[in-house]
């Protein structure tokens, strides 16, 4: 059984530049969280969501940051006219419908804002 | 809101010995789960343990066991029989039981381990 998979691994964008984050859930799984870890913090809750629904994107910043998940494929966290104060670890976590606290985490996305 | 903290930025542990990492936390819940992750060098995020608050009985998965302390807020991890592999940065993590936001994970900032061999 497959784990959480993320891609890309590590992503370097320029300044102004849009970037594009990939979670696929592990399989069975219909519950997708995202969370940003900054240098030498832990991980904050950015966005909950179900297949085509946001739940609760609280932890997200308002302004250029979106993400999805659609019915078929991957959820995706995109970031638009990045800035260096971007630049982060991006955790996707997923779990069970009947169960949220057993997310499990993939092994997250290295954005580099240079 | 919750808050987690974690007091000790760095531990360090002789290989074969045993390490306790400390976590505190505030709520007003009487409802939650908390949890410890380990986040290797790899930068995985791992589960290692979890503790349910209604139970009593301290979690406990091979060499990883917990103390914890309702009372005190208090959700220490004890390491037994240190090993190499062992070596990483440890989240405490707190999620509420029940209520609007019950799958947020809220962590601490993280103690890193050194396993001296």
């Known amino acids: 059984n497959a784990g959480v998979m993320q891609n890309p691994r590590h992503l370097v964008r320029r300044r102004g530049q849009e970037a594009r984050l990939r979670c696929s859930p592990m399989k069975g799984h219909s519950h997708v969280y995202w969370y940003r870890q900054l240098p030498e913090e832990g991980l904050k809750f950015m966005v909950y969501l179900q297949k085509e629904n946001i739940i609760d994107e609280s932890g997200m910043p308002k302004e250029r940051f979106s993400a999805e998940f659609p019915k078929e494929g991957p959820s995706i966290l995109r970031i638009q006219q990045v800035v260096r104060g971007d630049s982060a670890a991006y955790f996707c976590?997923?779990?069970?419908?009947?169960?949220?606290?057993?997310?499990?985490f993939g092994p997250g996305t290295r954005l580099t804002v240079t | 809101a919750q808050t987690v903290t974690q007091s000790q930025p760095e531990m360090s542990v002789q290989e074969a010995e045993t390490v306790t990492l400390s976590c505190t936390y505030d709520t007003s819940e009487s409802d939650y789960y908390l949890f410890w992750y380990k986040q290797p060098p790899s930068r995985q995020m791992i589960l290692v343990i979890r503790q349910e608050a209604y139970k009593q009985q301290n979690a406990t998965e091979n060499r990883f066991s917990v103390n914890f302390q309702k009372a005190a807020k208090s959700f220490s991890l004890k390491i037994s029989d240190s090993q190499l592999g062992d070596a990483a940065m440890y989240f405490c993590?707190?999620?509420?039981?029940?209520?609007?936001?019950?799958?947020?994970?809220?962590f601490g900032k993280g103690t890193l381990l050194t396993v001296n061999p």
């Open positions: 993590a707190y999620r509420s039981g029940s209520g609007g936001s019950n799958y947020k994970l809220t």
């Open positions: 976590a997923s779990s069970p419908r009947d169960r949220s606290y057993e997310q499990y």
